[in-house]
């Protein structure tokens, strides 16, 4: 599975949208991005996942971009609930055996 | 649908005691695997299985062991507790490993620590 790289840290005004970008360089063709976060110690939640395509959900929308080697998961109105870390993953579809989790972006929403 | 239960939600243990961490999900996944998150630290898998019956190691299987014999139940075993085994431990379960897009449910966690 590729490698991802995510900023540490992000701080994000209530009620703005928060852009979380994500470098996955060595990405390869049958390779989705998924991001997933942890809010607070409890486990981990699925938010989103896309192959080359825009993806948008009830959480959050993910841009992909076209050489699909960085993306970027935004959360169009941020809310003091929405301060978790955010992990960007990559993984083969088919007969994957593992999620990969770095330390991902732990994203503060500040008041 | 309860999704991922994880029992106990806490415990400590003594250097050398052996216990197991339970999991159960009723959503009838055949992928469940087991994660231990650091301090500051990603998730990290210990041992996975594909469905009733197999099972594989992980990442950082040394010390505990597990078994796969219904798919509704993925316990993990720790033979002989050690301070380094002090962690939060996460059960997970996917629908279908195969399928394009699966995400993956998490338990709430166990945190456990060896004294």
């Known amino acids: 599975d590729a490698k991802t790289t995510q900023p540490t840290s992000m701080d994000c005004a209530e009620g703005r949208a928060a852009n979380l970008p994500c470098n996955h360089s060595?990405?390869?063709?049958?390779?989705?991005v998924y991001w997933y976060r942890q809010i607070h110690s409890q486990g981990p939640q699925y938010i989103i996942h896309g192959l080359k395509n825009n993806e948008t959900n009830e959480m959050a929308s993910l841009i992909i971009t076209e050489d699909r080697k960085s993306s970027t998961l935004i959360l169009p109105h941020a809310t003091l609930r929405d301060t978790a870390v955010y992990y960007c993953i990559v993984r083969v579809a088919a007969g994957a055996n593992n999620l990969f989790f770095g330390t991902g972006t732990r994203l503060t929403v500040i008041p | 649908n309860a999704g991922v239960t994880q029992t106990p939600k806490f415990q400590v243990l003594k250097t050398g005691q052996s216990m197991t961490l339970q999991c159960a999900q009723d959503m009838n996944h055949e992928y469940m695997s087991w994660y231990r998150q650091d301090p500051g630290m990603g998730l990290r898998l210990i041992h996975y299985?594909?469905?009733?019956?197999?099972?594989d190691q992980g990442e950082v299987p040394n010390g505990y062991n597990v078994s796969r014999s219904t798919t509704e139940d993925f316990p993990l075993r720790l033979l002989s507790a050690a301070p380094s085994q002090t962690s939060v431990y996460f059960c997970a379960s996917f629908l279908d490993i195969w399928a394009a897009g699966t995400e993956a449910f998490f338990g709430q966690g166990t945190r456990l620590t060896v004294v």
């Open positions: 299985s594909v469905g009733a019956g197999i099972t």
């Open positions: 060595t990405i390869s063709g049958n390779e989705y």
